[in-house]
Nanobody, 117 residues
């Protein structure tokens, strides 16, 4: 199972980016897909996640600015980030939770998002 995140980059404060995370080698339903981020010197934190049924959760700091979505047919998850702030600067990781008899968690390699002031 592989997850490939893309779409990061350098953007000015107030700008937008759209992250994508594609998967391969998955032969089961992915129940939850999500985005986490880790800033230098900080712990990795949940940004947003979405269930196979479309239920979403966001961390408070991104509510109203970020939108998570997924394409179940393609096992792909997206994160549209608007009104970016310097404090959003981090490495963003996608993850997927799913399995057949038991659930496992899979991580992508991360994509850097840098927001300049």
């Amino acid at each position: 199972v592989q997850l490939q995140a893309s779409g990061g980059g350098l953007v000015q404060s107030g700008g937008s980016l759209r992250l994508s995370c594609t998967t391969s080698g998955i032969m089961f339903s992915i129940h939850v897909m999500g985005w986490y981020r880790q800033a230098p010197g900080k712990q990795r934190e949940l940004v947003a996640r979405i269930t196979i049924g479309g239920i979403t959760n966001y961390t408070d700091s991104v509510k109203g600015r970020f939108t998570i979505s997924r394409d179940n047919a393609k096992n792909t998850v997206y994160l549209l980030m608007n009104s970016l702030k310097p404090e959003d600067t981090a490495v963003y990781y996608c993850n997927a939770v799913g399995g057949v008899a038991t659930w496992s968690t899979y991580w992508g390699q991360g994509t850097q998002v840098t927001v300049s002031s």
